[in-house]
C-alpha cells in the first residue's frame, strides 16, 4: 500500500500550484471526472491492487444534513516479516479521527472543507507534468487515455517515488463517454511494478458508514 499512498502525497504537494495549462490529449474529459468526482455527496472509492486482483483501500464518505462530512479508510496489505495481511483503518464519525494504533484525533471535515481523499485527488491528475498522452479504442468501443509523465520533473519536485523509473496512468471510458477507472502504474529499477485500479461506486448512494 506504500507505493500507492506515495502517489497520493504527490497529488497532494501539486494541487495547488500554479502552472500554464498543457494541452495533452484527454484533459477535457478527464478534468470532468475530477469535478464530478469533488462535487459528490457520497461516494465509495475501491482500490484494487493489480498483482492479486483483490481490493487493497476502500474509502468511504458521505456528508450528513448539517454539512458535516464523516469518513472510513480501511487499508489491508501483506507484511513480509511476519507472513500475514494486516488491516488499518482511519474512521472520522464528525468529531475525531480513530486510527487502528489507539491514536484519537479531534478534527472538523464539512462540505465546504472536505478531507482531500473525497475531493478526487486519487484519480492522480497532473496534466502539465505528462509527457506523452495517448487515445486508444478498446475491441468493446471503450475509450482509454494513457497518460506518461516526465520522471524527470517528478523527481525534481519530489521524492515520493525515488527508485521509480516511470510512472504511467489511464482512464477508461465506456462508449457513453461515462468514466468507468483510473489506473497507474509505476516501475522501479530494483522492484516488481506497482500496478492499481481506482473505482468510484455507490455515487450519492452511500447511506451509512460504520466501522466494524
Known amino acids: 500500500m506504500k507505493k500507492f499512498l506515495s ?17 495533452i490529449v484527454g484533459r477535457a474529459e478527464i478534468q470532468s471526472v475530477i469535478d464530478a468526482a469533488a462535487s459528490l455527496n457520497s461516494a465509495r472509492y475501491i482500490i484494487t491492487n493489480l498483482a492479486t ?3 487493497q483501500e476502500v474509502f468511504s464518505f458521505m456528508f450528513l444534513p448539517d454539512g ?10 501483506f507484511d513480509g516479516e511476519t507472513g500475514e495481511y494486516v488491516t488499518n483503518y482511519r474512521y472520522f464519525d464528525g468529531e475525531k479521527i480513530v486510527s487502528s494504533d489507539g491514536t484519537e484525533t479531534p478534527a472538523v471535515y464539512t462540505k465546504d472543507a472536505p478531507y482531500e481523499m473525497s475531493t478526487g485527488v486519487l484519480l492522480f491528475f497532473i496534466p502539465d507534468l505528462v509527457a506523452v498522452g495517448m487515445e486508444t479504442t478498446t475491441d468493446d468501443g471503450f475509450t482509454v487515455y494513457t497518460w506518461e509523465y516526465d520522471m ?6 519530489t521524492s515520493a517515488l525515488e527508485g521509480a523509473v ?10 457513453e463517454g461515462n468514466f468507468l477507472a483510473m489506473t497507474e502504474h ?5 522492484e516488481e511494478p506497482s500496478d492499481y485500479q481506482i473505482e468510484i461506486i455507490e455515487k450519492n448512494e452511500v447511506e451509512e458508514i460504520i466501522l466494524d
Open 53 to 55: 486482483g483483490e481490493p
Open 152 to 157: 524527470e520533473k517528478l523527481h525534481e519536485s
Open 7 to 23: 502517489v497520493i502525497f504527490i497529488v497532494l504537494t501539486f494541487a495547488s500550484c500554479m502552472i500554464p495549462e498543457k494541452n
Open 166 to 175: 516511470s510512472f504511467k496512468t489511464t482512464y477508461l471510458f465506456d462508449t
Open 68 to 77: 458535516t462530512q464523516i469518513w472510513l479508510d480501511e487499508t489491508e496489505y
Open 186 to 190: 509505476i516501475a522501479y529499477e530494483n
